[in-house]
């Protein structure tokens, strides 16, 4: 994964993308976003009012590069987390099939 330094800019990218969206934690983020009633595509980049825009005013490039990779990371891991656990809920978790 990294540094202890790459993984703390991670883990901050995903905290101020919450705070950006006004919410307290990230689990109810995630499941804003399962229900489509947050397009986080449109949260990160919609002109002017979006997270990156918005971050740019305030940090570095290279900083919010950083933040964007940490919130990436986090949204897959979500979505992989989920399929395992509904390959297991129906009884057809295999390693080939994860992978």
Same mark, same amino acid.
């Given at each position: 994964? $990294?540094?202890? &330094? ?5 883990? +901050? $990218?995903?905290? %101020?993308?919450?705070? #950006? ?5 990230? /689990?109810? @983020?995630? /499941?804003? !976003?399962?229900? *489509? =009633? !947050?397009?986080? @595509?449109? &949260?990160?980049? +919609? +002109? $002017?009012?979006?997270? !990156?825009? +918005?971050?740019? =005013?305030?940090?570095? #490039?290279?900083? @919010? %590069? ?7 990371? %986090?949204? *897959?891991?979500?979505?992989? @987390?989920?399929?395992? &656990? ?5 009884? =057809?978790?295999? /390693?080939?099939?994860?992978?």
């Amino acid at each position: 994964m $990294g540094s202890p &330094a790459t993984l703390n800019g991670y883990i +901050q $990218g995903v905290r %101020r993308f919450i705070e #950006h969206l006004r919410y307290d934690d990230l /689990e109810t @983020v995630l /499941e804003k !976003i399962k229900s *489509s =009633e !947050i397009n986080a @595509v449109e &949260a990160l980049d +919609q +002109q $002017g009012k979006g997270f !990156i825009d +918005q971050a740019l =005013e305030k940090y570095a #490039h290279d900083t @919010v %590069r950083g933040f964007l990779f940490g919130i990436k990371k %986090r949204l *897959s891991l979500n979505d992989r @987390v989920r399929y395992l &656990a509904l390959l297991l809920e129906n009884g =057809e978790f295999t /390693e080939v099939n994860y992978l």
